[in-house]
């Protein structure tokens, strides 16, 4: 199984999220919620991670924290071990509670913080089916769902003693009364006009950023790591796809077979296209790419610059790219 993409620095942001199970409830009982978030506290106290924003829904919770001491994966798996040890005792049961291990998303606080802990409050209303009520019954909703940290955002006296809720709220004048009205805002905002969740630029690679940050990402944990390029999440960072994925979705769309493809004496339109895009999408240099298709590497200098002639005349073989192209994102 390909390991997930895990970057750690002092003062990180992330979200962080779990399922149960085969997508079991993790909570069975009020009670269990409570546990829950009395063992976050003690978490996040025995490893200094500042939690931000947090909500529980019946089978997943959402979690919005800050590592001064750079250490996600030690606070993760010693809260997924207490929580899941206290739930099988209390029910009876042995074995995972939850779904593998959690996924996270690395924030850029300065550009996505604000919108990724409105994504989280939200989410009672937003999964619960709720969307079709009129807005104030789902205002009404989104306030009394006790299990979030919305209300303690909203009015301090709801507040779980161990909330942050100042990095969040200073965006928005700082934890006083105009500044907690104008985060309330900000968030009943995202129910009258169903905003894009943040997370979906994070699809792929994990991290929820600007262009600036991702670069700033690359540069500091990634480029200079070679052993990680077999990640795939690594990759998309990188703007690289697996060689053999390539070489499939270009046999797939020419219609032709691998060895058509590959074999010493192939020719044609496909071969050129295969040869781009492994040079461009798949990280491989002109050199690497003669070696896998059995051919040196100056035939491949030739028959990519044929086939960039080729796009650059011709509509039909340049839409033909994009379209091999865009697939390939989605991988």
Not at 5 to 34: K, M, P, W
Not at 252 to 277: D, I, P, S, T, W
Request: include cysteine; hydrophobic fraction near 35%; aromatic fraction near 10%.
């Amino acid at each position: 199984m390909a390991r997930p993409l895990r970057i750690q620095y002092e003062n990180a942001y992330y979200h962080v999220t779990c399922r149960g199970n085969a997508r079991q409830d993790i909570f069975d009982t009020d009670r269990d919620r409570s546990t829950f978030l009395d063992l976050l506290e003690r978490s996040s106290d025995i490893y200094q991670v500042d939690i931000l924003v947090y909500v529980l829904m019946t089978n997943h919770f959402h979690l919005l924290v800050k590592t001064p001491l750079a250490n996600l994966q030690e606070f993760m798996r010693h809260f997924s071990i207490t929580y899941t040890s206290h739930y099988n005792r209390r029910h009876l049961r042995m074995g995972h509670l939850f779904q593998g291990r959690y996924k996270s998303f690395l924030i850029d606080a300065d550009q996505y913080l604000q919108e990724v802990s409105r994504y989280i409050h939200l989410n009672p209303v937003r999964v619960r089916g709720l969307g079709r009520l009129g807005l104030e019954e789902r205002k009404r909703s989104l306030e009394r769902y006790l299990w979030s940290s919305y209300p303690g955002y909203i009015s301090p006296r709801l507040r779980m003693p161990f909330l942050r809720v100042d990095e969040v709220l200073g965006y928005f004048g700082g934890d006083t009364g105009r500044g907690r009205k104008r985060y309330e805002g900000f968030v009943l905002d995202g129910l009258a006009t169903e905003v894009r969740s943040p997370l979906e630029i994070g699809k792929g690679h994990g991290i929820v950023g600007g262009a600036g940050f991702v670069e700033s990402i690359r540069r500091q944990f990634i480029r200079d790591t070679c052993k990680h390029r077999e990640v795939p999440a690594v990759r998309r960072v990188l703007g690289q796809v697996e060689p053999e994925k390539i070489i499939g979705l270009v046999s797939k769309e020419m219609g032709v077979g691998r060895q058509e493809l590959l074999g010493r004496e192939a020719k044609g339109f496909g071969r050129n296209l295969l040869m781009e895009l492994l040079y461009r999408h798949g990280g491989l240099n002109n050199r690497e790419i003669g070696e896998l298709l059995g051919i040196d590497y100056s035939a491949v200098s030739v028959g990519r610059k044929r086939f960039q002639g080729l796009a650059k005349r011709d509509k039909g073989i340049a839409n033909k790219l994009q379209a091999v192209q865009i697939k390939l994102s989605q991988e």
